[in-house]
T-cell receptor, first 116, second 114 residues
Framework: EPEVTQTPSHQVTQMGQEVILRCVPISNHLYFYWYRQILGQKVEFLVSFYNNEISEKSEIFDDQFSVERPDGSNFTLKIRSTKLEDSAMYFC??????????????FGPGTRLTVL | AQTVTQSQPEMSVQEAETVTLSCTYDTSESNYYLFWYKQPPSRQMILVIRQEAYKQQNATENRFSVNFQKAAKSFSLKISDSQLGDTAMYFCAYLYSNDYKLSFGAGTTVTVRA
């Protein structure tokens, strides 16, 4: 069964450094998303992406964040200058445009980001 | 903004028994989707079940079923014949049909006891 994959599974970085989290969505999906989950808290929406542009973003997704689809398969989240409070689990998700899975978001296994 | 409320932080159930998790949501929309996601200790988010708001029939997936009460804005999840592998955090989530972002509740930790 197709699945969303994410790399790395765990990233440790120093405060102020840039990080890039990578995702490979399900191949025929056209909508892509990033969510984050601070330990012990609820999952929060960051951004959605369709047709090579951001379709919606939350107030968390400020100028420090950016997303990109650099090629036909990868979808990345960049944090320009990490802060301690960026430490969280980051989930990528994708969804299709028709059929039974329409509006159903499939999540990757997550990347645990630790900012020291 | 839509709010999703899960009022039970933790639930414990004996293996083979049934447990019901509650979820309420706040919306002024009529077309939307509701989901239950399972997050085991690995922290992977796994879709358990979905419900379209326009459907009156409650969704069922094997041992998982929902009780969708649209007027009351309630969407509970019933896990029947609980298994040890059901131990996880369960999140209720809402998606407006013209929107992109899932709004999640705070989660309910379910522990299945042997």
């Amino acid at each position: 069964e197709p699945e969303v994959t994410q790399t790395p599974s765990h990233q440790v970085t120093q405060m102020g450094q840039e990080v890039i989290l990578r995702c490979v969505p399900i191949s025929n999906h056209l909508y892509f998303y990033w969510y984050r989950q601070i330990l012990g808290q609820k999952v929060e929406f960051l951004v959605s992406f369709y047709n090579n542009e951001i379709s919606e973003k939350s107030e968390i997704f400020d100028d420090q964040f950016s997303v990109e689809r650099p090629d036909g398969s990868n979808f990345t989240l960049k944090i320009r200058s990490t802060k301690l409070e960026d430490s969280a689990m980051y989930f990528c998700a994708s969804s299709g445009t028709s059929g039974r899975t329409y509006n159903e978001q499939f999540f990757g296994p997550g990347t645990r980001l630790t900012v020291l | 903004a839509q709010t999703v409320t899960q009022s039970q932080p933790e639930m414990s159930v004996q293996e083979a028994e049934t447990v019901t998790l509650s979820c309420t949501y706040d919306t002024s929309e009529s077309n939307y989707y509701l989901f239950w996601y399972k997050q085991p200790p690995s922290r992977q988010m796994i879709l358990v079940i979905r419900q379209e708001a326009y459907k009156q029939q409650n969704a069922t997936e094997n041992r998982f079923s929902v009780n969708f009460q649209k007027a009351a804005k309630s969407f509970s999840l019933k896990i029947s014949d609980s298994q040890l592998g059901d131990t996880a955090m369960y999140f209720c989530a809402y998606l407006y049909s013209n929107d992109y972002k899932l709004s999640f509740g705070a989660g309910t930790t379910v522990t299945v006891r042997a």
